[in-house]
């Protein structure tokens, strides 16, 4: 009989610098120590070694051990990762103090960026994990993007047509997502309509089929206003843009309950009867995820041609370089990508 073909080795993730000034390093360090212990997927972090260096041998005494850092090629990272933390360079110094981002922190964290999304791309790495950037020190720098998402939009881009992203917030407590993402509430309002409700829906449906193997995904909506508009008179938006949206899904054959009121969808009970809920602004999607998952929730870009997952928090200038950052975010990123890229019905499989 003859010999099964071997399985070739997952590709590693490729896990991006962030804001280096940022507890970005911080995070890493302490998951990569916990590798063992937690059998996590072997990732690289693109970005400058010798600022990794620094950073680990800061942490070293208050995390009780010391790393040793690897400078790699994404195709040598997984079988370093063992014995070391695995660091693919992009060719950006990063000069940055913990807490002092500098003029070196905005093209040190896009560069990372972008180099993680062509290793995807391009076969060397299987899914894109982001560490947290500061959007004030980027912005002052000249991007032009809201925040991650969009600009992973366009750096997902095929033949000049940017995809849609969409942002869901998940964890094994609860999965959310915001149909408008990073507006003001009157330019949310502004832009909210029933054909972006339809789209985001029916890009969550697709990805919980293909990325999370859900058969039949079930989607609670919620409404707008407070007690989704009690019939017309606390607003309009739940009668003209909402049900309307529903009305094409539920045609689709796509199962949603909707709109309800947003101040009843996310206890426990209420939990159990959906895998995703749909909002309709930012906060609206974010305070009840923060609120039962802080720790373990983890920000999945849908949309893009490849697997996108991050850290839900920010960059805790007032904490980095002291330890005190808490990994299990990105823990939990590293093992949710790691499993969407490996799903059977995950495209591009």
């Not at 009840?288 to 929730?297: E, G, L, Y």
Request: aromatic share 4%.
């Amino acid at each position: 009989m003859a010999d099964r073909a071997a399985k070739p080795p997952a590709l590693p993730l490729a896990l991006t610098l962030g804001e280096p000034a940022g507890i970005g390093p911080d995070i890493t360090i302490a998951a990569w120590l916990r590798r063992r212990e937690l059998n996590l997927p072997a990732f690289y972090l693109l970005g400058d070694e010798a600022l990794i260096a620094r950073r680990a041998k800061a942490l070293a005494p208050s995390l009780g051990a010391g790393v040793r850092t690897a400078a790699v090629s994404p195709g040598e990272a997984a079988s370093a990762f063992a014995d070391a933390l695995p660091v693919v360079a992009t060719g950006e110094r990063a000069t940055a103090e913990p807490g002092k981002p500098d003029a070196s922190s905005a093209p040190a964290a896009l560069a990372s960026i972008r180099q993680a999304v062509a290793d995807v791309r391009e076969g060397r790495a299987s899914a894109v994990v982001t560490n947290p950037i500061a959007k004030s020190v980027l912005y002052r720098a000249g991007f032009r993007h809201p925040g991650h998402t969009e600009f992973l939009a366009e750096l997902a881009a095929e033949n000049g047509r940017v995809p849609q992203p969409v942002m869901m917030l998940w964890s094994p407590q609860l999965a959310v997502v915001p149909v408008t993402i990073h507006l003001s509430i009157r330019d949310a309002l502004a832009q909210l309509t029933s054909e972006l409700i339809v789209a985001t829906v029916r890009i969550v449906a697709t990805e919980l089929k293909s990325r999370f193997g859900i058969a039949r995904p079930r989607i609670a909506v919620s409404g707008l206003n407070p007690h989704a508009g009690e019939d017309g008179s606390l607003g309009h938006e739940e009668q003209t843009i909402i049900a309307p949206a529903l009305k094409v899904l539920r045609n689709d054959g796509i199962e949603t309950r909707g709109p309800l009121p947003a101040d009843t969808m996310f206890h426990e009970a209420a939990r159990s009867t959906y895998d995703c809920a749909i909002c309709m602004y930012h906060d609206q999607a974010l305070i009840p995820i923060k609120t039962v998952a802080f720790d373990n929730a983890v920000n999945v870009t849908l949309g893009l041609p490849f697997v996108r997952t991050s850290p839900d928090h920010g960059t805790a200038f007032d904490i980095a370089g002291t330890a005190k950052a808490n990994p299990a975010s990105l823990i939990a990123a590293l093992r949710l990508a790691s499993r969407m890229a490996a799903s059977p019905s995950s495209p591009g499989r």
